[in-house]
């Protein structure tokens, strides 16, 4: 933050008692551990602080200290509103537009309390009073470090703040392989590491903590379902309602599963297509790439999405062949950059 900024955001929370921590629908381990983090700043502050989360999480997540605190707006929604409206500050993290709160938008965008935007996603939307956006930031957890930093509060800070920003940090960059060659991702991941964190057991709680139903799902999409297109250096593969439901699919069941292609030589675009599981006609679409392929232009323009340069996101209302059909027209649309 610039000084202007700091003083800013310094005044903004010391006027404040009430505070909420948002962040988007469908929460990764960005957006749990950012909240958390910032949570655990406010209450060393002596500030009353809630973590509402739109709907559910991965239950990957739910091991991370304070987790069980966080307010589901999906579950609660009357407490929630009550809580949007005596708010005296709400802090918004890792999303853009007031969209990617979902059902959760109404509440936010009409509450008085004043704001802040915390993000690393490009073109922010959200009326705030003040905006941290930094695209280059490998993650919002990476910017909620720096800000407790230069406010001098890390020293006072626990495991209960460190934890969960290095497991964000960790989920949004693929464990350190994309977004994370700068110097100074490292400084942070030293000083985090002084708080006497376990970052193995982190990365184990997340990456080896699913079930033998998501194991077996992950065989059958890259043994039945991957389509790889060797011509273009890219993959997808879709998977119907029906297959989830057959595989017992929850929740945080299809994390990682479009990264795995990334492992065949050459591959520079992985692509998954997902039919929601309760909504007829809406696909959801993630994609992964590799160096300077911009899999970002190909969510706005195709997907309706948007994100990072190597991990974008998108949805479609379709069906899922209809969805198939525009993958590959998208996937020749960007042909050459891909060959």
């Known amino acids: 933050?610039?000084?202007?900024?700091?003083?800013?955001?310094?005044?903004?929370?010391?006027?404040?008692?009430?505070?909420?921590?948002?962040?988007?629908?469908?929460?990764?381990g960005d957006a749990i551990g950012s909240s958390l983090?910032?949570?655990?700043?406010?209450?060393?502050?002596?500030?009353?602080?809630?973590?509402?989360?739109?709907?559910?999480?991965?239950?990957?997540?739910?091991?991370?200290?304070?987790?069980?605190?966080?307010v589901r707006y999906d579950k609660h929604r009357d407490k929630c509103d009550m809580l949007f409206k005596i708010a005296d500050l709400i802090i918004?993290?890792?999303?853009n537009a007031p969209s990617r709160v979902d059902e959760m938008e109404p509440a936010l965008v009409n509450s008085a309390a004043r704001k802040i935007l915390i993000d690393h996603h490009l073109n922010p939307t959200v009326q705030a009073d003040l905006i941290i956006s930094h695209?280059?930031?490998?993650?919002?957890?990476?910017?909620?470090?720096?800000?407790?930093?230069?406010?001098g509060a890390f020293e006072r800070l626990t495991k209960a703040f460190a934890i969960p920003v290095y497991c964000g940090m960790m989920?949004?960059?693929?464990?350190?392989?994309?977004?994370?060659s700068r110097p100074e991702i490292f400084f942070i991941i030293s000083e985090l590491l002084t708080k006497r964190i376990d970052k193995d057991k982190i990365y184990r709680n997340v990456y080896h903590n699913f079930s033998c139903d998501r194991i077996r799902l992950m065989g059958y999409v890259m043994y039945e379902k991957l389509v790889y297109l060797a011509e273009y250096h890219a993959s997808y593969y879709a998977l119907t309602r029906d297959e989830l439901k057959r595989f017992h699919f929850i929740k945080g069941d299809a994390?990682?599963?479009?990264n795995i292609p990334q492992q065949i030589k050459g591959l520079k675009l992985s692509i998954s297509l997902r039919?929601?599981?309760d909504k007829p006609n809406l696909v959801w679409v993630s994609l992964r790439?590799?160096?300077?392929?911009?899999?970002?232009?190909m969510a706005e323009q195709f997907f309706h999405g948007g994100g990072h340069l190597n991990a974008s996101g998108g949805r479609l209302e379709c069906s899922i062949d209809e969805a198939v059909n525009i993958v590959n027209q998208a996937i020749i649309a960007f042909a050459d950059t891909l060959k």
């Not at 949004?172 to 994370?180: A, I, K, L, P, R």
């Not at 994390?255 to 479009?258: C, D, H, Q, Y």
């Not at 790439?289 to 232009?297: G, R, T």
């Open 255 to 258: 994390e990682g599963l479009v």
């Open 289 to 297: 790439s590799v160096d300077n392929f911009p899999c970002n232009l």
């Open 171 to 180: 989920t949004d960059t693929g464990g350190f392989t994309f977004n994370s």
């Open 92 to 95: 918004c993290l890792d999303f």
């Open 37 to 70: 983090g910032m949570a655990e700043f406010l209450r060393l502050r002596d500030k009353d602080a809630t973590v509402i989360v739109p709907d559910q999480y991965p239950d990957f997540l739910s091991w991370m200290p304070n987790s069980e605190k966080i």
């Open 275 to 277: 039919e929601d599981t």
């Open 135 to 151: 695209p280059e930031a490998s993650s919002t957890c990476e910017l909620v470090f720096r800000i407790v930093w230069q406010m």
């Open 1 to 28: 933050m610039t000084t202007d900024q700091l003083a800013q955001m310094d005044q903004l929370i010391s006027d404040a008692q009430t505070i909420l921590v948002v962040c988007h629908k469908s929460p990764d």
